[in-house]
């Protein structure tokens, strides 16, 4: 079956430290990948793309890595701070059984002071 | 522009009720998409319209599940007969493009059915 699954577990860590989300797919052949932000009682915000051409991108502190042949992507927060502490949601289309776009089950990430 | 608008932000309603969801695209916005964010199912794309017109209503769960875009400006999403199981936060989002153009997305409209 399809699935897009993110840190099983919420993540903690020490300000400053860099934190790492990772984002795994199964039976999907992307051709991008996207990643949001969620804030509890708000919608997701849009933070970076990355397409299956692209090994990295980076915006910022934010970086994301894309490697298609072990079906995983990477994000990562640099010099992390508390207002870094959020859900954060791995997304992309599906073209296997026409053009679905479907979300990840987020990870959610608390900055410790 | 004030972003996605999304109305009510709250709706509490007893099984069997109509429900009606409106959302407000960003003003140029060709897409616009309606999800819904359970804590089993995550956030699952329901239908998503492009000039008004519907274009991928394969993720509406059922047929008590409609949803119309009868302008540019306005959408709503329509839940008739509602069951507890429709609890849920739905969103709106809106786009200038279709996938991989970035979404825009609303507040959410937390519905509870009792």
């Known amino acids: 079956s399809q699935k897009i699954e993110q840190n099983s577990e919420a993540l903690n860590i020490q300000e400053g430290k860099t934190a790492t989300l990772t984002c795994n797919y199964t039976n999907y052949s992307p051709a991008y990948l996207q990643w949001y932000r969620q804030d509890p009682g708000r919608g997701p915000v849009f933070l970076l793309l990355?397409?299956?051409?692209?090994k990295e991108k980076r915006k910022e502190r934010l970086k994301v890595t894309f490697d298609t042949t072990l079906k995983q992507s990477l994000f990562h927060i640099t010099a992390s701070q508390p207002a870094d502490s959020a859900t954060y949601l791995c997304a992309l289309e599906s073209t296997n059984t026409g053009n679905q776009f479907y979300f990840g089950t987020g990870t959610s990430l608390t900055v410790i002071p | 522009d004030a972003g996605v608008i999304q109305s009510p932000r709250h709706e509490v309603t007893e099984m069997g009720q109509e429900v009606t969801l409106r959302c407000k695209p960003i003003?140029?916005?060709?897409?616009l998409f309606w999800y819904r964010q359970t804590m089993m199912r995550g956030l699952e794309l329901l239908i998503y319209?492009?000039?008004?017109?519907?274009?991928?209503d394969s993720g509406m769960p059922e047929d008590r599940f409609s949803a119309k875009m009868p302008n540019a400006s306005f959408s709503t999403l329509k839940i008739q007969p509602s069951e507890p199981r429709d609890s849920a936060v739905y969103f709106c989002?809106?786009?200038?493009?279709?996938?991989?153009?970035?979404?825009?997305f609303g507040p959410g409209t937390r519905l509870t059915v009792t």
């Open positions: 319209f492009n000039n008004n017109v519907p274009i991928d």
């Open positions: 990355i397409r299956e051409n692209e």
């Open positions: 003003s140029g916005h060709d897409y």
């Open positions: 989002a809106s786009s200038f493009a279709r996938f991989p153009y970035e979404q825009y």
